[in-house]
């Protein structure tokens, strides 16, 4: 329970991350791949709420097995 957990939060807290800051655009016109970053919210907002679902379902999961 707690790798899943942990991989659910770890992975909310990335994808938020990269979501609501400028990192990644400017990370990707450092490089040159700028062209990329139209192209971000289309990986990054499913990411985020996959992880957010990875989490809640640990929770649920380990509640489940309390009882």
């Known amino acids: 329970m707690r790798s899943l957990f942990g991989i659910g939060i770890i992975g909310a807290i990335v994808a938020a991350f990269c979501c609501f800051t400028p990192v990644l655009v400017i990370l990707l016109g450092a490089v040159g791949l700028s062209a990329l970053t139209g192209y971000l919210d289309y990986v990054l907002f499913p990411a985020l709420g996959f992880f957010i ?14 009882k």
């Open 53 to 66: 679902l990875l989490t809640i379902f640990a929770v649920w999961r380990h509640r489940r097995r309390q």
